[in-house]
């Protein structure tokens, strides 16, 4: 077994021969700690069938990792400064692809078809650069790809807001987004030591497992995503002064917003976060035709 990157004294010297210096903007914090890591990549649960995509390889202390638990390999790194260095690190490993591109920027469907063609089986796990975590999942479950989920490192605020169930403080818009693609839990709480440098926030690990259908089936994706962000718009005011003053004309559309509310069942002083999946769905299918 090769020498793992992740541990403080060879990550040290790997960035002292290469004279890397950290990006903040980039997200940059590296973890130095083989048994987190190898925690993260075992609530991937892949085999030698899997393939991984990984977004920021950094100096390749993950990837190292998933090449030895899967099949294949592809990477996503911004940081042309990382790729004669993960060259080096990764050497050992023959089914690993660097892919110098910003992922948000990048075709991940085409890049799958290229690089994991015939294999089946495909997870996403990443130590997501922070700036970015929340584009980064949206593109990923907006693109529909064909990947099992996704096991990703993240501020642990946002692994709480993604998590969340109806009725509690961190539940809102970005809760649903993602519960409609997939399943969400929070797996790991994990200590700023294992970073260096070390982040100003503290971390989770989350585990997306995606749906074969979508939590709920609505008319319209577009509008029933409208609906919930408008629901929460403010967190302190009832569905109906958040649905009035936020949806096109609602203020001139009141009587059709109560009557919606009372065909789906739902009070209309209620709050956003008291409401499941279920009800979005149901309101938003019943406010569909008065706004279209
Ligand atoms: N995987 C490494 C580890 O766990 O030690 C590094 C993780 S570090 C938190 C985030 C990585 O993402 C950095 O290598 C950074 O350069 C890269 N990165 C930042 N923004 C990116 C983007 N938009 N697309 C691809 N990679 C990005």
């Known amino acids: ?48 069938n899997s393939g991984a995509i990984e977004i920021g390889p950094g100096i390749g202390a993950l990837t190292e990792q998933l090449a030895r638990m899967s099949k294949k390999v592809v990477a996503f790194e911004i940081d042309q400064r990382l790729l004669p260095i993960l060259k080096d690190t990764l050497s050992p490993y023959s089914n690993v692809t660097i892919i110098h591109k910003d992922v948000l920027e990048a075709n991940v469907q085409e890049v799958m078809d290229e690089e994991l063609k015939g294999i089946e089986d495909v997870m996403v796990v990443a130590n997501l650069p922070y700036y970015v975590t929340t584009p980064i999942i949206m593109k990923l479950l907006e693109e529909r790809l064909p990947i099992r989920g996704i ?42 030591t294992v970073f260096v440098p070390q982040p100003n926030v503290d971390s989770a690990v989350i585990r997306l497992t995606r749906r074969e259908h979508p939590a709920v089936t609505v008319k319209d994706e577009g509008f029933f995503f409208q609906v919930t962000k408008a629901c929460f718009a403010q967190r302190r005011k009832t569905l109906l002064n958040n649905l009035t003053s936020q949806l096109p004309d609602g203020k001139q559309k009141k009587e059709e917003i109560l009557t919606a509310l009372s065909q789906s069942g739902i009070d209309p002083s209620r709050r956003g976060e008291t409401l499941s999946l279920e009800e979005f769905g149901r309101l938003a299918d019943e406010l569909y035709p008065h706004f279209h």
């Open 1 to 48: 077994m090769n020498k793992d990157i992740a541990t403080p004294v060879r990550t040290r010297a790997i960035l002292e021969k290469y004279g890397f210096s950290f990006k903040k903007s980039l997200g940059q914090n590296f973890l130095i700690d083989t048994n987190i890591l190898k925690k993260i990549v075992s609530f991937a649960n892949l085999n030698e």
């Open 151 to 192: 096991v990703c490192m993240l501020q642990k605020e946002v692994a709480d807001r993604i998590s969340a169930r109806p009725g509690t403080k961190d539940y809102g818009s970005l809760s649903i987004a993602v519960q409609y693609y997939t399943e969400a839990e929070t797996v790991m709480i994990v200590p700023k």
